[in-house]
């Protein structure tokens, strides 16, 4: 039940964050979900499904809001993907920006601070 909570409460921080802020609040939350909860096995795992929910949503959010099909086939016909595969490619940007920063953040916290 913890690592639900703490799955949510991080989702929901790189959603208003990235709203409000835009992109470099995904890794800035992932560092410091990472420093914060160094001492979980989770930790990664966490981070890395964050950042895939939380861009997740807010790709659902714009697709119910705006045309973003139209949008998708023009960028897919310009890079020669399928529209699919850049929605894809984007929340896996996201779910990697968070889990290295969560990563990189714990293994400091790890070396300074030992258990």
Request: charged letters at 10%.
């Amino acid at each position: 039940m913890k690592w639900l909570m703490q799955l949510v409460a991080l989702t929901l921080v790189i959603i208003a964050g990235t709203w409000f802020a835009g992109w470099w609040v995904v890794p800035l939350a992932g560092a410091a979900f990472g420093a914060w909860t160094s001492a979980t096995r989770t930790t990664v795992l966490t981070a890395t499904l964050a950042g895939a929910l939380g861009w997740g949503a807010l790709l659902a959010f714009d697709a119910y809001a705006g045309p973003v099909g139209r949008l998708l086939d023009v960028f897919g016909s310009l890079f020669r993907l399928p529209s699919g595969a850049l929605v894809v490619l984007t929340v896996a940007y996201a779910a990697l920006l968070c889990a290295s920063a969560a990563a990189v953040s714990r293994g400091i916290r790890r070396l300074l601070a030992p258990a």
